[in-house]
């Protein structure tokens, strides 16, 4: 008893909305405030060019992401960790113009950002998993190097200020 009687509520509630659609539709087209009925333009299907379609990659054993490289050690020649990667700079092309290496400080409060070029930092895995970072250079001479900012960030009171990242620092 209940299947015919939702059938039968359903279809008068189909019925009332289509006449409630075509009440203002005239037999000759035009609309009721005397304007020219629109005529249905034929859609474009929506599908994308080969050009356009997203390539799908899968990664590589050797490929390293970069949620797994921020953070990841910087250690020198004497196998002394001397910082670790905070943050990387990319170009319009995509490829690593500075490497932001985080000096000093515990636990990141205090820390001083350094911009090395990608050519002195060497990336290897450590245990076949583990990333790890290498370069030629001591605490020290990082500490003493110019501090990287932000751009719209101010630099600290006193600091000299760095040159843009690619770009070696300008002699006093």
């Known amino acids: 008893m209940r299947t ?3 059938a039968s509520a359903l279809l008068l509630a189909g019925l009332a909305t289509a006449s409630a659609q075509t009440d203002g539709a005239r037999s000759d087209g035009a609309k009721p405030d005397g304007g020219a009925a629109a005529t249905p333009v034929p859609g474009q299907p929506a599908t994308m060019a080969d050009s356009l379609r997203p390539t799908f990659v899968a990664q590589a054993p050797d490929d390293m992401v970069a949620s797994k490289l921020i953070g990841s050690s910087v250690v020198n020649g004497a196998n002394e960790t001397i910082g670790q990667i905070a943050d990387f700079v990319l170009d319009q092309k995509g490829a690593v113009k500075a490497w932001i290496i985080g000096v000093g400080g515990f636990l990141g409060i205090g820390s001083k950002y350094v911009a090395v070029d990608p050519s002195v930092l060497k990336l290897d895995r450590t245990d076949g998993k583990t990333l790890q970072a290498r370069i030629d250079t001591t605490k020290d001479q990082l500490r003493a190097a110019p501090e ?25």
Do not use: D
């Open 148 to 172: 990287y900012v932000y751009l719209g960030k101010e630099p600290p009171k006193g600091a000299a200020p760095a040159s843009p990242a690619g770009e070696p620092a300008s002699k006093p």
């Open 4 to 6: 015919p009687l939702l």
